[in-house]
């Protein structure tokens, strides 16, 4: 599977932005998909993932009520829409992908495929 993320920006604070992961080879649909952020200085962070039929999702306590993950499996994409966005959110996000299991994950040591990343900036 290969992930291509796009959708970041240079924005300010309470602005939206939606997040795009576009997936190819294997098909998406029988993956869980996952966007994962890096801050400047930090580790790379669980923000939101969605299970293969969209049943099953959640999220970082950090982006809950603000960010809200989707997919669409006809078309083989993950997104991410980001509201009320804060300095904080500011870092390259990752899509990323895993087989389908019962359990969700937010280690991203159980992810096999991940995409370039994409910079989100937020401006106070």
């Known amino acids: 599977v290969q992930l291509q993320a796009s959708g970041g920006g240079l924005v300010q604070a309470g602005d939206s932005l939606r997040l795009s992961c576009a997936a190819s080879?294997?098909?998406?649909?029988?993956?869980?998909m996952a966007w994962f952020r890096q801050a400047p200085g930090k580790d790379r962070e669980f923000v939101a993932v969605?299970?293969?039929?969209?049943?099953?999702?959640k999220y970082a306590d950090s982006v809950k009520g603000r960010f809200t993950i989707s997919r669409d499996n006809t078309k083989d994409v993950v997104n991410l829409q980001m509201n009320n966005l804060k300095p904080e959110d500011t870092a390259v996000y990752y899509c990323?992908?895993?087989?389908?299991?019962?359990?969700?994950?937010?280690?991203?040591?159980?992810?096999?495929?991940w995409g370039q990343g994409t910079l989100v900036t937020v401006s106070s």
């Open positions: 080879g294997r098909t998406s649909s029988s993956y869980d």
């Open positions: 990323a992908s895993k087989a389908n299991s019962p359990i969700i994950a937010t280690g991203q040591a159980l992810y096999d495929y």
């Open positions: 969605i299970s293969r039929g969209g049943g099953r999702i």
